[in-house]
């Protein structure tokens, strides 16, 4: 067992402060362990989220010593001994109490995302689906909606652009849906004008902080944003889908009935 130092944020939204603790360490011991022994030993009242401990239910998500992590899964032995470890809420939401934040401004995004849409069956009276479209789509599904993806991504952490983006948690939830092979719906023109793919200028930092390992910026919204090229500023596509008879939607559902802000 080991001494070692801490400092948790404690407060709410009208403000706070880093308070110090003491904790013995023993070996094994993860950063949600030790915010446990200082509940039970230091600060009953030291509020925070956490469920699964096993990195699967996304609740316990906090920055330490300055990254996104999830505390349930931030080993204590990756810390030199004499370093202090920084506990402080995600920073870009707002905060109820010490450790717990509002994060209920992702639930509202993920309600403006149009469901999916199933294909008709095929005229075998099936749905076919090869496994690399599985697979592609499969990544996407590990989201364990964790949000530190969301806190980490700069359009809305420093700029606060809520209303323009809906951030790298919900890009990959609309790339799940668009390159689903059983989707029938099409919702580029939403992806470009409410969803805002093109305020992300593809920092990656999102995909660095992933605690499932999805590449968030390549695989899902680097293909979005091509989608949205290749349906507005590609004039060969434009050429080709002319020739062709392909009609494909450039308003969103919005300005279709002229609802549009
Ligand atoms: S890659 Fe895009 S979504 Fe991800 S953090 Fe950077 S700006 Fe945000
Ligand atoms: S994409 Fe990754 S970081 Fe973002 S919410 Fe899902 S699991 Fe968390
Ligand atoms: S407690 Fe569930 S992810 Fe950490």
Redesign the pocket.
Known sequence: MAKRNFRVWRGNIEGGEFVEFQVDVDPGMVVLDVLHRIQTHQANDLALRWNCKAGKCGSCSMEINGKPRLSCMTRMNIFTEDETITVQPLKTFPVIKDLVCDVSWNYKQNKRIPKFKPKPKGADGTHRMYQEDVDRVQEFRKCIECFL?QD????IRDRDAKQEFV??RF?IRLASLEMHPLDDDDRIPEIRKEFGSG?????????EVCPEHIN??DNG?IPLKERVVDRYFDPIAAIGRKLFGIRRRTKTRAEEKGEAK
């Open positions: 993806c980490v991504c700069h359009v951030g790298p890009m305020m992300c200028n593809i920092t990656r930092c999102c995909t968030i910026t919204i």
